[in-house]
T-cell receptor, first 114, second 110 residues
């Protein structure tokens, strides 16, 4: 049963520290999404890639966030420096554009910035 | 105005009850519609797609009214295991980001 995996599952860090989150999409999926979920805002898009190329990062604070896909099996989301308002659950999702619209979510990274 | 709006609830119902959730969306060009389910501290999972003709999956029935920009989900014969948050989701274009409502919380009790 293919699944999206994310690491770490939980992260506690102090303000100002760098945070890197990793995602392994389902093998063969060509589209990868990063979403953030907070109680106040709900689930919101940060960025997404197709065939490793960034298509939309308009939801991402550009000064501190960066997203990359070094290869087809790895997507990363980096926050530097982190701030308490970044505390949230970060979900990665993947889909196979052209073969359906379903997006499959990973278990999320729960981030707490103190 | 939020792009997808839902009543947050919570809806507290006894087992066996029928419960309905509603959702409205603001972008009339939206192409695809879904209900996702999210359990506590878990990731969202697709419950069902929603079609203009209405569709049913067991105890779950989803309806879409494009003219009113309104989506509904009906759950019949509620089970304890239906307790979760139900997210109304819209997609402007296939392969692009999903737009989520904040979710409606359902609690089914025995």
């Amino acid at each position: 049963d293919a699944r999206v995996t994310q690491t770490p599952r939980d992260k506690v860090t102090e303000m100002g520290q760098e945070v890197t989150m990793r995602c392994q999409p389902i093998l063969g999926h060509n589209t990868v999404f990063w979403y953030r979920q907070t109680m106040m805002q709900g689930l919101e898009l940060l960025a997404y890639f197709r065939n490793r190329a960034p298509l939309d990062d308009s939801g991402m604070p550009k000064d501190r966030f960066s997203a990359e896909m070094p290869d087809a099996t790895l997507a990363t989301l980096k926050i530097q420096p982190s701030e308490p308002r970044d505390s949230a659950v970060y979900f990665c999702a993947s889909g196979d554009w052209g073969k359906g619209e379903t997006q499959y979510f990973g278990p999320g990274t729960r981030l707490l910035v103190l | 105005r939020k792009e997808v709006e839902q009543d947050p609830g919570p809806f507290n119902v006894p087992e066996g009850a029928t419960v309905a959730f509603n959702c409205t969306y603001s972008n009339s060009a939206s192409q695809s519609f879904f209900w996702y389910r999210q359990d506590c501290r878990k990731e969202p999972k697709l419950l069902m797609s929603v079609y203009s003709s209405g569709n049913e999956d067991g105890r779950f029935t989803a309806q879409l009214n494009r003219a009113s920009q309104y989506i509904s989900l009906l759950i019949r014969d509620s089970k304890l295991s239906d307790s979760a948050t139900y997210l109304c989701v819209v997609n402007y274009q296939a392969g692009t980001a999903l737009i989520f409502g904040k979710g409606t919380t359902l609690s089914v009790s025995s």
